[in-house]
């Protein structure tokens, strides 16, 4: 299924193929300050997605491994985007905010458990991982997550 969206002022639009229909949860510093709470994306390859008005897109290089894209006419977030080679180079992580459609998504995963303020938790039952099992799972991969 094709999926589409944008920022909020609609300067960036993007389709999304063979959209996945699981969203994961990151709750590490990073994420929280950027997106201002909960970081919930969806984990497409680069080849999935194609943006409109790329010109309009600024990335912030946010770590080592990683750069955030935003829309520099609103400020959206749009995707978290692993920079560092290896087999998830260029994997983007699209803000679940920012899709048109959000129905028929399930929340499967959460990610820096650990780091998850104490104001908030999900009623669905996820996968969970500690930011220590984080930085072993992508330590063996060449790329620590942000």
Known sequence: MNRTGSCLCGAVTY?????????????????????????????????????????????YKSSDWAERGFCRKCGSSLFYRVTAPGP??????????TLDDQSGFTLTEEIFI??????YSFAQDTAKMTEAQMLELFA???????
């Open 88 to 97: 998830n180079e260029g994997d983007l992580h699209l803000g679940f905010g």
């Open 114 to 119: 650990d780091r998850k303020p104490d104001a």
């Open 15 to 59: 389709e999304i193929e063979n959209a996945p229909t699981t969203v994961g949860a990151c709750h590490c510093g990073m994420c929280r300050k950027w997106s201002g709470g909960i970081y919930l994306a969806v984990h497409l390859t680069k080849d999935q997605v194609r943006f409109q008005g790329e010109e309009h897109i600024e990335c």
């Open 140 to 146: 063996d991969a060449g790329a620590p997550p942000a």
